[in-house]
């Protein structure tokens, strides 16, 4: 799930979270570190007659949300993204805002297979609400007025998929979704439109799946750290989505880290309490083993170098030191070409540093510095080696700036761009440069 803040990734999950379960019933979707899974049996009994559950082999979805200070582009894995495919969440009523362009962009670069939610449009003045109905039903009982606003909404954004590259329609017109982004219209409040996305997904998924992918879940677990993370009682954690393979409780793992693998034991890993929110809710239940695709917290020492957004590896019957080249090329993959004159960038994970690496690279700005982490003093000491008053600059994505590295800042003319944003973060170092040559 992807899309700009408050366009309602979160409710649509916990629409589709809520929508079924069934205390102790068989199948019920359970709540990961950072992610939800939702069964085969269950996708068919939100989607109604869209789903017939016998015509998958699939397990079922494993959602994934990203909250808002939390960047899709972490979701990596080697070459690419880590989902398979993704929900675009735009609100009806906003339309594509800042966040919405980042998104598409990265959809574009990792070439992740997308569908677009079209997400509150029971705000449509006048809307009738049939609950929890497919779109098509649910049209029926709206007034041409409303249809006709609906109708309005949707063009615009097809309108704006289209100015970002990519031919859509409302999906039910979509014959091949390779070529074409399907909009499901939906409200994460009422339900409705709710099993059409999850019929679209189902299809989606199992094409794809088939055609590229093999995960074996039983071999040496291999995941993207979504967060590292202090826990009380237990020290610093990683939040992991495994996506291949499995993790028991007396593996060796090797994590990327700052400055390079680190190899440590697990000593627990931790599941989420049933129906526990995890970013609210502290206490875990520990497990022995867990199969992809999932989520889990991962308690170990010597984590606290690690950083979100790199490679985890199960060791297990293999060589260390292979596993270690393993995670090692993975991070030379995002290793930034540097050189002596150039701006000093900091981002909050691997992925959003390759990201802004990606766009500066096109926008012909070159970086001497490009490193995961807050801005620092050491940092605006860096800048100021440059001899070229346009390279005396610090680009900060999604970071905060430390200490008295803001001061230093000052005092010594080094230019500081902060935002989560990155398109917008080159606009204003390239702003930042025109007043410089005028
Ligand atoms: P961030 O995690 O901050 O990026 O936001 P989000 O995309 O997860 O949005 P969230 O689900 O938190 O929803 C934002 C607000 O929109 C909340 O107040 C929701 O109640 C509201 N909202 C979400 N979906 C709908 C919808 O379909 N209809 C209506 N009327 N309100 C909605
Ligand atoms: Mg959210």
Redesign the pocket.
């Known amino acids: 799930m992807l899309?700009?803040?408050?366009?309602?990734?979160?409710?649509?999950l916990?629409k589709i979270r809520g929508s079924t379960v069934i205390e102790g019933e068989a199948g019920a979707i359970t709540q990961h570190i950072g992610a939800t899974a939702v069964p085969l049996d269950v996708v068919g009994e939100v989607a109604g007659s869209l789903v017939d559950p016998t015509e998958f082999d699939l397990p079922g979805l494993l959602f994934i949300?990203?909250?808002?200070h939390h960047s899709f582009t972490t979701l990596r894995s080697r070459g690419g993204a880590l989902a398979d495919i993704a929900i675009l969440?735009v609100d009806v009523n906003d339309g594509f805002q800042p966040q919405t362009e980042e998104a598409i962009k990265i959809l574009a670069d990792s070439e992740t297979p997308f569908v677009v939610a079209a997400?509150?449009?029971?705000?449509i003045p006048g809307w009738q609400v049939t609950e929890d109905a497919p779109i098509q039903q649910t049209l029926e009982a709206q007034s041409d007025r409303v249809e006709q606003q609906f109708n309005e909404k949707l063009y615009e954004i097809i309108g704006e998929l289209s100015d970002a590259g990519f031919t859509s329609d409302f999906y039910w017109r979509v014959q091949d979704f390779r070529s074409n982004v399907g909009v499901v219209p939906?409200?994460?409040?009422?339900g409705e439109g709710i099993p059409d996305l999850l019929a679209v997904l189902m299809g989606l998924a199992q094409r794809y799946m088939k055609e590229d992918m093999e995960i074996d879940v039983t071999g040496p677990g291999a995941g993207t750290v979504l967060e590292v993370k202090e826990e009380r009682g237990f020290g610093t954690t990683l939040d992991v989505i495994l996506y291949d393979g499995t993790v028991r409780a007396d593996d060796t793992v090797v994590v990327g880290g700052v400055n390079g693998p680190i190899v440590t034991d697990v000593r627990a890993l931790l599941k989420p309490r049933p129906l526990a929110e995890i970013r609210t809710e502290s206490r875990f239940e520990k497990v022995d083993e867990i199969a992809a695709a999932a989520g889990v917290k991962i308690a170990a020492p010597d984590l606290d170098d690690a950083i979100a957004g790199a490679p985890v590896r199960v060791v297990r019957n293999r060589d260390l030191d292979d596993v270690i080249a393993d995670v090692q090329a993975e991070l030379a993959e995002v290793a930034v070409d540097t050189g002596e004159e150039g701006v000093v960038v900091k981002a909050d994970t691997l992925g959003s540093l390759e990201a802004m690496a990606n766009a500066l690279d096109e926008a012909e700005i070159p970086m001497m510095r490009a490193e995961v982490g807050d801005i620092a003093p050491r940092d605006v000491a860096m800048a100021t080696t440059v001899e070229e008053e346009e390279y005396r600059a610090i680009l900060g994505f999604n970071v905060d700036v430390l200490g008295d590295a803001a001061d230093r800042a000052e005092q010594d003319d080094v230019e500081v761009f902060e935002s989560d944003v990155i398109y917008q973060l080159v606009e204003e170092y390239e702003g930042f440069v025109e007043e410089i040559e005028r």
């Open positions: 899309g700009h803040v408050d366009h309602g990734k979160t409710s649509l916990d949300d990203t909250p808002g969440v997400n509150k449009v029971d705000t939906v409200s994460a409040m009422t």
